[in-house]
Structures are given as C-alpha cells and as structure tokens.
C-alpha cells in the first residue's frame, strides 16, 4: 500500500513539474511515437561520404601528380606490376659532367667490321666479373642491322666457375644506323637465349663461355665459338657453333676437331688427345659462304704447332683440309658490325651544346611548370563539377523523400503509389524548363561573344585593307594617312 501511494505521489510531483514548464520547451518535445524518417537520413549520410570521397580523390590527384610514397598497397601492387621491358624508351649513351667541370669531351663513334682481324675477337674477363658475378661482352651486330647478340656471362663464387648465355636484342629501325647501335640495350632483349653453355658447377674453377664470332653474309646465320677450361690450368677446348635464324636451331661442328684428331693419327700416328691442342675458329670462307674455316694449333712445346687450316660446312656434316702451308692467308669475309670510338668532339661545339641544352631545359621547366599549374586546375574544376552535380542531386532526392512522407502521412496503398507518381512527372516537367531556360541563357552569352569577336575581327579587317592603301598611295607619292578606329559604343 505503502509502494502504491509512493508511486501516486511521484506522478503527481513529474506531472506539476511538467505543467510549471515554459511553452518553449514543451513545443521541443518530440513524440516517441512518430514516424522517423531513416531515408532523409540515409540520404545525408551517404550524401556526406561521396562529398569525402571527392575531396580525397580530389587531393590525392594533385599529389600524385609526380609519384610519391603515400599510397595504399593496392595502389603500391598496382604500380608494382611487372612492365614489359621492350616498352622502355632508350636513349643513346652520354658522359655525365660533373659539377666541378667546365668541359667533358663527348666521344664520336664509327661502325667498323666486328672480326677483323679474323679470329682476333676474344672475351676479356678482368675483376669486374668477380665482383659483380655478372657481365656483358661485346656485342655484334648483323649487316642487315636488324639485331644484335652479346654474350652474358656468370660467374658463380661457391666453385668459383663461369658460364654463358648468348642472348639477341632487336633493333629500332626507326633510327639510323648508328643510333641502332648505341640505342641497343639489354631491357628489349629476347627472352630465351640462342646458345647456353653447361650451368654444372660441380667442377672447381671450371668456365665454359660464348664468343659471338662472326654472321654470314646475309644475316641469317652466327658463327659462335665456346672456351671450355679452367681458371688455374687453362683453356682445354674450343668448340664451335652455328645458330640459324631462320629454323632457330644451333648446330655443333665438333666433327672438325674429330676430323683433325683423325687425320693426325692415321697419317703422323700422332694422338692429339694426349696432348694440348685447340682449334681457332677464323669465320666463313669468303669463297664458299656456307663453310667456316678453323686452324688448328698445338701447345706442347715452346712455340705453338701449326696443325693446318681446316673447314667444315655449316651443319658439321663435312670436314676437310684447305692446306698444311702456315704462311698460307685464307680469304675470310668479315660481315659483323661494332661501334669503335672515333675521337670526340670540338671543344666548341660541345660548350656550343650545352649552352643549348641549358636553354632548352630552362624552357622545359617552364613549359612543365605551366602544364602542371593547367593540370591542377583542370583537377581542381573537375572536382567543383563533380560537386554540384553531387549536390543537385541530393537535392532532388531530399526534396523527392520529404514529398513522399508528406503524402504518406495524409494517405497510404495505391492512392499514395499514384500521388507519388503524378509529383514526379510535375517535378521532371519543371526541371526540364528549368534546364531549358539555363540552354538558352547560355547560348545568348555565346552569341554576344561571337558578336564582339566579329567586330573586333572587322575592325582589324579596316585597319589592314588602311594600311594597304596607305602603303598603296605612298608608292604613288602621296602621303600616307593614320586611321584611328572609333569606339561604336
């Protein structure tokens, strides 16, 4: 009884404290028991993330208009992507001047024929590869000048062997020959190379390398030869090779050293494989294009034995003797192109350059300056287009909801149904006046610019056919009149 009166009492106190209330505050009392409107709402908050999403696309434009390293990580695995390297634009090579030279002389090169004198072109292996584990040797170029075979070389320091692989890198033949050689490089190599040697490393300072010897006279065939020995006893064999580029197969012409082996043993019972020999590979005879000529040397004792000058065809299906005579100068066509240095330039003409280039680059600047200040104010247009076409279209579809739950809160069902229809079409109606109306204030602006670009033209007109007749009578010997044009306003 005691808990009831105590409850009547409370409610009494809550409801004289509400009617003491001023007539402010209980307007602000909202009904708990009214419809919300969660679509406005949504509308808002939507509205408010697409606004945020223009700003930070907005912004994030202008920053990465050079690249920096604020960035996501699928922006970062985006431009991780891997690129195709015969895509990447080469220039020719030039020294650097450093910032305490006044002048750097800029070598001038020439092309010369790769294998002259014939047989002389070896591969140099100095520190560098040690260092490195990598290099690139000397690359010839076809006399077609459609492509280029270096030989790369590894070496690998945990048995302190080498190997090789001879790779082709095609030309630009957009550029003149010269700079198809100097632009040559190795991003816009083939994949796969045309010739490799065995990658074993189970043999201690064992090498195996490739040496571009020679093309044939049409381009459509390499001549290769490959050392095969060791860092600390020497060079034990040569090998030779033909790589077709037509049929894209090698073809090993090992049986010129089994012919010459046999030949020395059934004839001077002398059995080379005791001893130490080799064979250097000079090129293609010039008199038949499809045999390559060798000669053969032995290395026992103190001066080299001249074993005779050897050929064998392309296929290493015919070996014969061409003569025993070591005086004897086999005719050998040397076909293979390379860059040699030809001096460098005038001292003029590079300060004469550079000064140019400095100029040129001052106007690059500015131009890249201007075009960047153009790019962040087309971003920053962009994004007050795409604003207002956001806030229009808020608009509409809050001005579109509050209209549907004013009609909901007078009638429900398919009478709602057809009211909210009958306002769309009214509303897409005015909308279309509206923008109607925006037409053609705009076409009259433009046509009252065209107008005052017309007068303007017409007076220039004036002026020029003026001056021609000034011109015209001065010939004549009168003199010349000035026309002032006047202002029609």
């Known amino acids: ?140 170029t076809s006399p077609d000048y459609t492509k280029m075979v270096y030989p790369a070389i590894y070496y690998y320091n945990d048995s302190g062997s080498v190997a090789a692989d001879l790779f082709v890198i095609p030309l630009d033949q957009k550029e003149n020959n010269l700079n198809k050689i100097l632009k040559a490089n190795t991003s816009h190599r083939e994949e796969n190379p045309i010739l490799s040697t065995d990658k074993l490393i189970d043999n201690y300072a064992a090498f195996r390398t490739l040496t571009p010897v020679d093309f044939n006279a049409d381009g459509t065939k390499l001549l290769a030869k490959e050392k095969i020995g060791s860092s600390e006893d020497g060079i034990w064999e040569t090998r030779i090779y033909i790589y077709d580029f037509k049929t894209n197969k090698s073809y090993d012409l090992s049986a010129v050293r089994d012919a010459i082996s046999y030949y020395w043993k059934e004839y001077a019972n002398l059995h080379l494989i005791e001893k130490r020999w080799d064979i250097r590979p000079l090129g293609f ?62 001292y003029q003409v590079v300060v004469r350059e550079e000064k140019f280039l400095e100029k040129q680059d001052k106007v690059v600047a500015k131009q890249k300056k201007s075009a960047d200040r153009k790019e962040v104010k087309q971003i920053k247009e962009d994004y007050k287009y795409q604003l207002k076409d956001l806030n229009a279209d808020f608009k509409d579809k809050y001005r ?64 020029i056919d003026l001056i021609q007749q000034d011109q015209a009578s001065s010939d004549d010997g009168a003199e010349p009149q000035i026309y002032f044009p006047q202002d029609d306003q």
């Open 1 to 140: 009884m005691k808990k009831i009166l105590t409850l009547l009492l409370a409610i009494l106190f809550g409801l004289g404290a509400y009617a003491g209330t001023p007539k402010t505050k209980i307007q602000k009392f909202s009904n708990p028991f009214a419809k919300k409107d969660y679509k406005s709402k949504e509308l808002k908050y939507k509205y408010e993330v697409e606004k945020e999403n223009l700003q930070y696309n907005r912004d994030k434009r202008i920053l990465d208009r050079e690249p920096s390293g604020y960035m996501t990580v699928e922006e970062y695995e985006k431009r991780s992507e891997y690129k195709e390297p015969s895509t990447f634009e080469v220039n020719p090579p030039k020294i650097e001047k450093p910032s305490d030279f006044k002048y750097v002389p800029q070598p001038l090169f020439k092309i010369v024929k790769y294998n002259d004198p014939p047989g002389g072109v070896e591969l140099q292996l100095g520190r560098k590869l040690y260092f490195n584990r990598y290099l690139n040797g000397q690359g010839i």
């Open 285 to 346: 005879d010039a008199g038949y294009p499809d045999r390559v000529v060798v000669q053969a040397y032995g290395y026992t004792g103190e001066k080299p034995v001249f074993l005779g000058t050897w050929s064998v065809d392309c296929y290493g299906e015919q070996s014969k003797i061409v003569t025993f005579d070591k005086d004897f100068v086999p005719k050998i066509s040397m076909n293979g192109l390379k860059l040699q240095k030809d001096g460098a330039q005038e």
């Open 400 to 463: 579109d909801n509050k209209k549907l739950q004013k009609f909901a809160g007078s009638t429900e069902g398919t009478e709602l149904e057809e009211m909210y229809k009958q306002y769309q079409i009214e509303q897409t109606e005015k909308d279309i006046k509206k923008l109607e109306k925006k037409i053609e204030k705009t076409k009259k602006n433009i046509d009252k610019k065209e107008q005052k670009i017309q007068k303007y033209t017409d007076e220039t007109q004036k002026i």
